[in-house]
């Protein structure tokens, strides 16, 4: 058990609905970082957060936003969804706005299905 | 911008078998290397890291050695048990950036 839940962790809708997806971090830890996994494209970085404020922002679409709050849990938003969006969508947290030293600590991802 | 490739999958072993999974990267400055696990049904989690050139991170019978020359961070391990089937990603950090993961590569171990 990394110490990260992420919820819900299945989520099956429909095409241009919007949805949420909640992390909360590890006790602790400062820093929330959201990944994207799919077949074709393997992890890709989203959007990361520290202590709430926005610290980088990876290959996120602009219907995709993502915001952390004052408790440090944070919130995916995804809106007109499409196929392409079907996804297990990973938080990961940290220590530290930096990673090159120590570790990120993954939750067991929220499985998206988009049809 | 920083970039990490490694070999493609499925990789399929018997058990006590070698297994090396190759990496390289591409990156600005020194970045730390990092060799990620995934078991089936759960997040990703930290399985060795190397944070400077010549540093080798070792846990679980697996290693890595940081090669600056060839920029590569190859995983290897002696002999490979049914409990090590799993996703293995390959992730480097520099500076401020975010880790950046390679495609990963699908380990599975018959005994």
């Known amino acids: 058990d990394s110490g990260v839940t992420q919820t819900p962790k299945h989520l099956i809708t429909a095409t241009g609905q919007r949805v949420t997806l909640r992390c909360s971090p590890r006790?602790?830890?400062?820093?929330v970082y959201w990944y994207q996994q799919s077949l074709d494209q393997g992890l890709q970085f989203l959007i990361q957060?520290?202590?709430?404020?926005?610290?980088a922002k990876g290959n996120i679409l602009e219907r995709f936003s993502a915001q952390q709050f004052p408790d440090l849990h944070s919130e995916l938003n995804l809106s007109s969804l499409e196929l392409g969006d079907s996804a297990l969508y990973f938080c990961?947290?940290?220590?530290?706005?930096?990673?090159?030293?120590?570790?990120?600590?993954f939750g067991e991802g929220s499985r998206l299905t988009v049809l | 911008g920083d970039s990490v490739t490694q070999m493609e999958g499925p990789v399929t072993l018997s058990e006590e078998a070698c297994l090396t999974i190759?990496?390289?990267?591409?990156?600005?400055?020194?970045?730390?290397l990092f060799w990620y696990v995934q078991y089936p049904g759960e997040g990703l989690q930290l399985l060795l890291k190397?944070?400077?050139?010549?540093d080798k991170g070792s846990n679980k019978g697996f290693e890595a050695t940081y090669r600056k020359e060839t920029t590569s961070f190859h995983l290897e391990k002696g002999s490979v048990q049914v409990s090590d089937s799993a996703v293995y990603f390959c992730?480097?950090?520099?500076?401020?950036?975010?880790?950046?993961f390679g495609k990963g590569t699908r380990l599975s171990v018959i005994a």
């Open positions: 957060y520290y202590n709430g404020e926005e610290r």
């Open positions: 006790s602790g830890d400062l820093s």
């Open positions: 992730a480097l950090s520099s500076g401020n950036t975010p880790l950046v």
């Open positions: 190397a944070t400077k050139a010549d």
């Open positions: 990961a947290s940290s220590v530290a706005d930096r990673v090159n030293t120590g570790e990120l600590f």
């Open positions: 190759n990496c390289t990267y591409t990156a600005t400055g020194y970045p730390s």
